[in-house]
T-cell receptor, first 112, second 111 residues
């Protein structure tokens, strides 16, 4: 089955700096890669996703890049703000009837 | 409004009690999940369902059971609660585009 590794487990950045979270996956048939944000005491919510026919996708301050050859994908947050502090989960799926395999999460801390 | 609803949100029960956590979704999704998550930690899949009358065990061994009699409902039952079951339980459903939507969670404390 699919295995998703996520790094780092904790990331502390100064407000205004950029943050990058990286994930690798094992199943070359995976073709859907979402990112979820979970604020303290809240449910995880989808913030951005990418499919295997695209190398990069942006939405305002967040972007995701995918390298299918190397089987890794990354979340980039620019101009970080205090409200970006949360736990971020990456995931991978082969689509169809398959569910998502989640990484173990990254605690992102934005230092004022 | 289309969403996924969980009840109760918070529950404190005694050891040995039976508890059912309710989950319902109004999005018409076939695939549903239950995850167990300690605060800020990884998501552990404990059960999932492809649709009505389908239930499967997930990656994390669990002493709970689930049922799927209707598309909208996917309740989770603990026959005999133990302190080790203290955790947050997240119900989720999956769209045809593979997006997973989570409920707000049920926080269970077993004393």
């Amino acid at each position: 089955g699919e295995n998703v590794e996520q790094h780092p487990s904790t990331l502390s950045v100064q407000e205004g700096d950029s943050a990058v979270i990286k994930c690798t996956y094992s199943d070359s048939a995976s073709n859907y890669f979402p990112w979820y944000k979970q604020e303290l005491g809240k449910r995880p919510q989808l913030i951005i996703d990418i499919r295997s026919n695209v190398g990069e996708k942006k939405d305002q301050r967040i972007a995701v890049t995918l390298n299918k050859t190397a089987k890794h994908f990354s979340l980039h947050i620019t101009e970080t703000q205090p409200e970006d502090s949360a736990v971020y989960f990456c995931a991978a799926s082969r689509g169809g009837a398959d569910g998502l395999t989640f990484g173990k999460g990254t605690h992102l801390i934005i230092q004022p | 409004e289309a969403d996924i609803y969980q009840t109760p949100r918070y529950l404190v029960i005694g050891t040995g009690k039976k508890i059912t956590l309710e989950c319902s979704q109004t999005m018409g999704h076939d695939k549903m999940y239950w995850y167990q998550q300690d605060p800020g930690m990884e998501l552990h899949l404990i059960h999932y369902s492809y649709g009505v009358n389908s239930t499967e065990k997930g990656d994390l061994s669990s002493e709970s059971t689930v049922s799927r009699i209707r598309t909208e409902h996917f309740p989770l039952t603990l026959e005999s609660a133990r302190p080790s079951h203290t955790s947050q339980y997240l119900c989720a459903s999956q769209s045809s585009g593979n997006t997973i939507y989570f409920g707000e969670g049920s926080w269970l404390t077993v004393v």
